[in-house]
């Protein structure tokens, strides 16, 4: 694992917290984009050399839907940026963690991802990812 790429929160409203972590984080807003896949909106803050990604559900079906119905605003997951995705998943996989996909999809900033379940991390949902070059 490279970095710590970024950090995801699932919240109700981005237009509550957008202002909210401009205030917290003192820096704009860089991007918002929508993840149709995911029926997520999402909004970007650079933080140094890594970035908070804040989540809001655009649909039921939603994970970020779930996620806030069960346990309400907080933090969602943690992403590592990676070198070579298909080898991390494969060294990932033989080590034992369960892989939530089996090749890795689209995400929001350009992005190849896989998340790994949270049951065999230590209750954290962990994402890798790359960027699309
Ligand atoms: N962090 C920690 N634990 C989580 C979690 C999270 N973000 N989301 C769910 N869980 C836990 C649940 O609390 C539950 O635990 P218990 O069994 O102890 O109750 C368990 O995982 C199963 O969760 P669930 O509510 O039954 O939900 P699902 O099994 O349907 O889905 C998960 C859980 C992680 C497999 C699913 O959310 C998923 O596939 N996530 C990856 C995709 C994603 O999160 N997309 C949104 C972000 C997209 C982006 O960043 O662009």
Redesign the pocket.
Known sequence: MLKVEHI?I?VNSLSVSIPLFEKLLNTPCYKTEG?ES?Q?Q?AFFQQGDTKI?L?EATGPG???A??LD??GEG???I?FEVADIYAEMKRLQSEGFVL?QETPKK??DNKL?C?L???NTN???I?ICQDIK
Do not use: D, N, R, Y
């Open positions: 995801g699932a993840v995911e997520v999402t990604e989540l939603s994970a970020i779930k996620f069960k346990k933090m969602h997951h992403a939530l995400g929001a991802i998340f379940h949270p049951k209750g954290v949902l994402e």
